[in-house]
């Protein structure tokens, strides 16, 4: 069982910038891809970025490319998102979850979630 929790959710300024922090227990990290999610009440669950397991693979959904910045550190159990230029439409929250690659759906999938953390942009 891999526990994830995240951290580094808050308030800010439209422009601003947040450095959201996860990490993950009870597995071996570098052998999870991990992934950025976000919500909004009423709304599905929106992917953000992904990250395999070694780091050299990442992706980001085109709502944040070039504005967020998905990273790990594999001996700190931890993976980041670094958010910058942050705009109200932002505002969500975020979760985390470690999952792998399926090579039959050709999809990832995500086996452990965080509880999230809001992130709140006001305008």
């Known amino acids: 069982q891999v526990h994830v929790v995240e951290s580094g959710g808050g308030l800010v300024q439209a422009g601003g910038s947040l450095r959201l922090s996860c990490t993950a227990s009870?597995?071996?990290?570098?052998?999870?891809?991990m992934g950025w999610f976000r919500q909004v009440p009423g709304k599905e669950r929106e992917f953000v970025a992904r990250?395999?397991?070694?780091?050299?693979?990442?992706r980001h959904a085109d709502s944040v490319k070039g504005r967020f910045t998905i990273s790990r550190d594999n001996a700190k159990n931890t993976v980041y998102l670094q958010m910058n230029s942050l705009k109200p439409e932002d505002t969500a929250v975020y979760y985390c979850?470690?999952?792998?690659?399926?090579?039959?759906?050709?999809?990832?999938?995500?086996?452990?979630w965080g509880q999230g953390t809001q992130v709140t942009v006001s305008s």
């Open positions: 990250i395999s397991g070694s780091g050299s693979l990442t």
């Open positions: 009870g597995g071996t990290f570098s052998s999870y891809a």
């Open positions: 979850a470690a999952g792998r690659y399926n090579r039959i759906s050709n999809e990832y999938e995500y086996d452990y």
